[in-house]
């Protein structure tokens, strides 16, 4: 298969679909690999890295896609590329669809197949390719947060784990998942008096004990975590439900509760955001604030981080992108169920249920 890897284009996105390894890897197996110049330099990955593995580069993003049957990326496709999507093309990337009507609409115009990362199961029910970038923006929420806490930021003033003879920040995560695990593993290093909500009984009961006793865990009801409100000083919201929107468990009426200079931090933003108040940011302008409250959303946190993301991505994704371009979308996604949850657009309809759900489509 032509397997076609384009520059990232969305703003202060430094990522790339594969490493030059992963290339390797696809070209070994029989396949050819088309690399957009300039594709890997916001790593610090030169055209010669994957031209030396036997990767071909291309001028320009149009070339890429005119070449390529597969198309591999990091990020959501933005419209300049979904009107380069062709009805052969297969589109692996991350979609988010829940929460981006516009998107989904050009992929079913486009009759590309899209398959997203962030709806791949494997035989555990857990989400492999999405957990690498959730452990990286659940460790990044809680130093974006702390950031934020210090007056020139425009927060409290709060050191996250305070000081001797100080009380440090008291942080709520909302969502016991791999983001709200790894967000904890951060703030309670950290210092900080950290308290944990899930609706899972069992997952709350797991996190306890393997935090022993350092992270406080209560079961999420919206009576309680708005209870918590006007004393927490960080919140961060890491719920996920796969392929559908995020819900909102901090209203608006909520924030009047909480302190000025706190902070809200919405890993789940992708999907929509768990905040009411909460919209997409860019890591350009990533803060706005309501009621007084800060509030940190940006849509792609990971890409702060990109060379620690690429390659814990690619690391994840390489089976994945090498069963396609070995068997075929049908013959792949028909030897693994998992893998075929991760079908979202295919013939002009968005056919994954909880995204056709929350986007009004049959």
């Known amino acids: 298969m032509r397997v076609g890897v384009p520059k990232e284009i969305k703003t202060l996105e430094f990522r790339v679909g594969v490493t030059p390894g992963v290339a390797q890897r696809l070209i070994r197996e029989g396949h050819e690999v088309f690399i957009e110049s300039g594709a890997g330099a916001g790593i610090g990955l030169a055209d010669e890295a994957f031209a030396d593995v036997g990767a071909q580069i291309l001028p320009t993003a149009d070339d890429v896609f005119e070449a390529a049957d597969m198309i591999v990326k990091v990020k959501e496709p933005q419209a ?11 589109l692996f990337t991350y979609l988010h669809l829940a929460a981006d009507l516009p998107q989904a609409r050009g992929l079913m115009e486009s009759g590309c197949t899209a398959i ?3 709806t791949i199961s494997d035989r555990w029910g857990r989400l492999p390719l999405l957990a690498p970038m959730s452990q990286v923006a659940g460790r990044m929420a809680v130093d974006v947060g702390a950031y ?102 901090v209203t608006r009426a909520d924030l009047k509760t909480m302190r000025k200079g706190s902070v809200l931090v919405d890993v789940a933003i992708d999907q929509g955001g768990c905040f009411e108040t909460s919209h997409p940011t860019t890591h350009a302008d990533p803060t706005f604030v309501v009621e007084d409250v800060i509030h940190y959303c940006v ?11 690429t390659y ?25 169920p998992g893998f075929a949850e991760g ?20």
């Open 80 to 90: 300049v590329e979904i009107a380069r999507l062709k009805p052969r093309h297969i």
């Open 116 to 118: 997203a990362y962030e």
């Open 148 to 249: 934020h806490l210090l007056k020139p930021a425009g927060g409290r003033g709060l050191l996250l784990g305070g000081a001797p003879g100080v009380l440090p920040a008291r942080v709520l995560i909302l969502g016991g998942g791999v983001a709200g695990k790894h967000a904890a593993e951060m703030a309670v290093g950290h210092g900080a008096d950290v308290t944990l909500y899930d609706i899972s009984a069992a997952r709350l009961e797991q996190l306890d004990d393997q935090f022993g006793g350092r992270l406080k865990t209560c079961y999420s009801t919206h009576d309680l975590v708005a209870e918590a409100l006007p004393t927490a000083d960080l919140v961060i919201g890491c719920v996920l439900i796969p392929g559908a929107a995020a819900p909102k468990l």
């Open 299 to 309: 849509a792609n946190m990971p890409g702060a981080a990109p060379l620690t993301s």
């Open 312 to 336: 814990a991505l690619s690391a994840a994704t390489a089976p994945y992108i090498s069963a396609l371009a070995g068997k075929g979308v049908e013959a792949a996604l028909a030897a693994d």
């Open 343 to 362: 079908l979202n657009v295919k013939g002009g309809r968005v056919v994954h249920p909880a995204a056709a759900h929350d986007l009004g489509l049959d």
